[in-house]
């Protein structure tokens, strides 16, 4: 059973259009990420829910909305996607001491 | 803030030489430090981790790293470099004083030269 799970792992679509990745854990953490890595592969923190409730909220476009049904899910939905928004994007759990358990990625293409 | 720097863009060694990657940070309660690898097409997978204790730290497929509190870095190192070892590895902290937020440094990418 993979541990930290995310949906599609690749998406290709154009610009202006709307997209969503879906991440799933089943490790029973409490507190959920997204992480933007770029061309460089350079990571940054986008958002964090613990148990549902917005922890951290980086300095990223309001297109960006991120929703956790529950806190074994978090989604990430972009609207009016860029060019710009071409990345790899991370899902990630942790428990309240430990390390960050990763997605495998999610690469979006903005054509 | 927190923040981390890995001063090294890239490191060459040759198999089965020693191998070091170097991390330095900056918070302003106790750190919670970490290790990671990324190959290709992949996600992180985790390596090691100091919250407490030992300052060297010991962890997956034969790394360790030293805590150095007086020089505030967190030095990646594998005393016998495989090929298999030539990968994407990132540094990260963690500010133990009850933030959630995990920064990570830049990435230093390994290549060990057969």
């Known amino acids: 059973d993979t541990a930290v799970s995310q949906t599609p792992k690749y998406l290709v679509t154009q610009m202006g259009n709307d997209k969503s990745i879906k991440c799933e854990q089943n490790?029973?953490?409490?507190?959920m990420y997204w992480y933007k890595q770029d061309s460089k592969k350079f990571l940054k923190i986008m958002f964090s829910y613990n148990n549902k409730e917005l922890i951290i909220n980086e300095t990223v476009p309001n297109r960006f909305s991120p929703k956790s049904p529950d806190k074994a899910h978090l989604n990430l939905h972009i609207n009016s996607l860029e060019l710009g928004d071409s990345a790899v994007y991370f899902c990630?759990?942790?428990?309240?001491?430990?390390?960050?358990?990763f997605g495998e990625g999610s690469r979006l293409t903005v054509l | 803030a927190q923040s981390v720097a890995q001063p090294e863009d890239q490191v060459n060694v040759a198999e089965g030489n020693p191998l070091t990657v170097k991390c330095t940070y900056s918070v302003s309660g106790n750190p919670y430090l970490f290790w990671y690898v990324q190959y290709p097409n992949r996600g992180l997978q985790f390596l090691l981790k100091?919250?407490?204790?030992?300052?060297l730290v010991k962890g997956s497929y034969g790394f360790e790293a030293e805590f150095n509190k007086s020089q505030t870095s967190f030095h990646l190192k594998k005393p016998s470099a495989l090929v298999s070892d030539s990968a994407l590895y990132f540094c990260?902290?963690?500010?133990?004083?009850?933030?959630?937020?995990?920064?990570f440094g830049t990435g230093t990418r390994l290549k060990v030269l057969a």
């Open positions: 490790l029973g953490h409490d507190t």
């Open positions: 990260a902290v963690r500010d133990g004083a009850g933030t959630y937020k995990y920064i």
């Open positions: 990630a759990s942790s428990s309240s001491l430990g390390e960050l358990f």
């Open positions: 100091y919250i407490t204790g030992d300052n």
